[in-house]
């Protein structure tokens, strides 16, 4: 049972490139979450999701998009790469009902764009 | 989902309780607490998470007033291992999908 993971752990991008960050989870959990964090702050919510093939924005979706197109895999895509992007970028996955705000994370994926 | 406050940092003596307050005055009726915790460069960790009661888990204890405008986390015997970002979270329990509003949090360190 691997919980969260989150594929790759560091990347290098150049502004205007595209990348796709991935997340899987094995819980079975309805819920995923995408979130950045800036150095010294809290995470923000980019986009979810509450199910398989649906997605919803969060607080900073802008620049981001995102496909839950298996339950157990949340895609973030990146189209055009600012430097604005580099960031850790965080998964997370819930189940449904009580307890859904519990959430379980991955360790993270580090993003540089130069 | 009602605003928190907590203070930025707090240091702590090895072994002995870590108690963190969050003030949120304006809490509505049916919003529980939440605490996650942040160790450097890992993902969150959910603590514990309570109403109105009292909460007691194996990593802390969560006392909250009676009027529920603040709340405090109880890590009754820290370690250096306890050292990390601890956020205090407001929010409904409802059919949203769960989502969370992390602001800053405080930042623990426990000393030896």
């Known amino acids: 049972n691997a919980g969260v993971t989150q594929t790759p752990k560091f990347r290098v991008l150049k502004t205007g490139q595209s990348m796709t960050l991935l997340c899987a989870q094995d819980?079975?959990?309805?819920?995923m979450y995408w979130y950045r964090q800036d150095p010294g702050m809290g995470l923000r919510l980019i986009h979810y999701?509450?199910?398989?093939?649906?997605?919803a924005k969060g607080e900073v979706p802008d620049g981001y998009n995102v496909s839950r197109l298996k339950k157990q895999n949340f895609l973030l895509g990146l189209e055009s790469a600012a430097p604005s992007q580099t960031s850790v970028y965080f998964c997370?996955?819930?189940?449904?009902?009580?307890?859904?705000?519990?959430?379980?994370f991955g360790p993270g994926t580090r993003l540089l764009v130069l | 989902d009602a605003k928190t406050t907590q203070p930025p940092s707090m240091d702590c003596a090895e072994g002995r309780a870590a108690n963190l307050p969050c003030n949120h005055s304006?809490?509505?009726?049916?919003?529980?607490v939440y605490w996650y915790r942040q160790i450097h460069s890992q993902g969150p960790q959910y603590i514990i998470h309570?109403?109105?009661n009292n909460e007691t888990n194996e990593m802390a204890s969560l006392i909250i007033t009676e009027d529920r405008k603040s709340s405090t986390l109880i890590l009754p015997h820290a370690t250096l291992r306890d050292t990390a970002v601890y956020y205090c979270i407001v929010r409904v329990r409802d059919n949203q999908g769960g989502k969370l509003i992390f602001g800053q949090g405080t930042e623990l360190s426990v000393k030896p």
């Open positions: 304006t809490i509505s009726g049916n919003e529980y």
């Open positions: 819980m079975n959990h309805e819920y």
């Open positions: 309570g109403l109105k």
């Open positions: 997370a996955s819930s189940s449904r009902g009580t307890g859904q705000e519990t959430q379980y």
């Open positions: 999701s509450v199910g398989e093939g649906t997605t």
